[in-house]
């Protein structure tokens, strides 16, 4: 049963910073690009960041700069450190794992997220 778990999120001032953690188990994480994704209420979940297995990295605009996604495929775990963090990166913030496999099908998982809160 593959599962991807969530942490570090919570209530920041303006300015400050946050590193979120996805911790995944049930699936051979090296093989997998991982991502981190936000949705705030009433909006559209978007992409913030991802690495590829081969540790390619692709951000949002709203990212760049900002923020800076990792992996440790010995923990199974991937990051994303958020600096300079404004009240409009309020969201949940998803963990996602997504692979193609040579068949061509697609696996796709997500976390539960975990809410991430920038406010004085």
């Known amino acids: 049963q593959v599962q991807l778990v969530e942490s570090g999120g919570g209530l920041v001032q303006p300015g400050g910073s946050l590193r979120l953690s996805c911790v995944a188990s049930g699936l051979a994480f090296r093989l997998y690009d991982m991502g981190w994704y936000r949705q705030a209420p009433g909006e559209q979940r978007e992409l913030v960041a991802n690495i590829t297995s081969q540790f390619m990295t692709h951000y949002a605009e709203s990212a760049k700069g900002r923020f800076t996604i990792s992996r440790d495929n010995a923990e199974n775990t991937v990051f994303l450190q958020m600096n300079s963090l404004r009240p409009e990166d309020t969201a949940a913030y998803y963990c996602?794992?997504?692979?193609?496999?040579?068949?061509?099908?697609?696996?796709?998982?997500w976390g539960q997220g975990t809410q991430v809160t920038v406010s004085s």
């Open positions: 996602n794992g997504r692979r193609l496999w040579s068949c061509g099908k697609i696996s796709d998982h």
